[in-house]
């Protein structure tokens, strides 16, 4: 028997040898977009409504040059009164919404990869979710300042909803 067997303390758990990390991102993404299905064929029921948070500068996004200036890393949208023709295409693995941004109308396309947060603040729901490393095409050196609020943007507070992180759930070294 081990000196550390058996004296009552906490002891590291065993490193799975399954993706259950990986599961439950997936699990987590699958309900933004059935969230997002829903919204776009059906509308937002009630007072629902989403904020979305993606990577502006991850490969395969497209938004206006104009929005790329001003959120060159990062950008909150908010769908809830005036947006249109929100698509989820499983095949291209994107979402596509149009909203309009200082008055004019843009359609902006967003791979599911680049997403990083989903909440519908209403039930005080939000979801995290990780880019994994090497998917980036380049990494920013220095942290974006936090970017003006704009029409149709907005960035989730954490007070407006409960926040499931998958790090909470990760094994910690003791």
Partial sequence: MNDDQGDGMDHELPESLLPYDEWVEDAYREVMLRALDYAGAE?????HHFYLTFLTDY???????????????????VLQHQFWDLKVDRDAMTVSVGLSFGGIGSVLVIPFAAITAFADPHIRMALRFTVAPG???????EPEAEPEEAEATHRAAS???????LDAFRKRPH
Avoid: F, K, N
Avoid at 43 to 47: I, K, M, R, S
Avoid at 60 to 73: E, F, M, S, T, W
Avoid at 159 to 165: A, I, L, P, Y
């Fill in 43 to 47: 509308g937002l029921p009630g007072e």
């Fill in 59 to 77: 490969p395969g996004v497209i938004i206006p040059d104009r929005l790329r200036a001003q959120y060159p890393h990062d950008m909150t949208i």
């Fill in 135 to 141: 998917e980036m095409a380049a990494e920013t050196e």
């Fill in 159 to 165: 007070e407006d909803g409960q926040v499931v992180s």
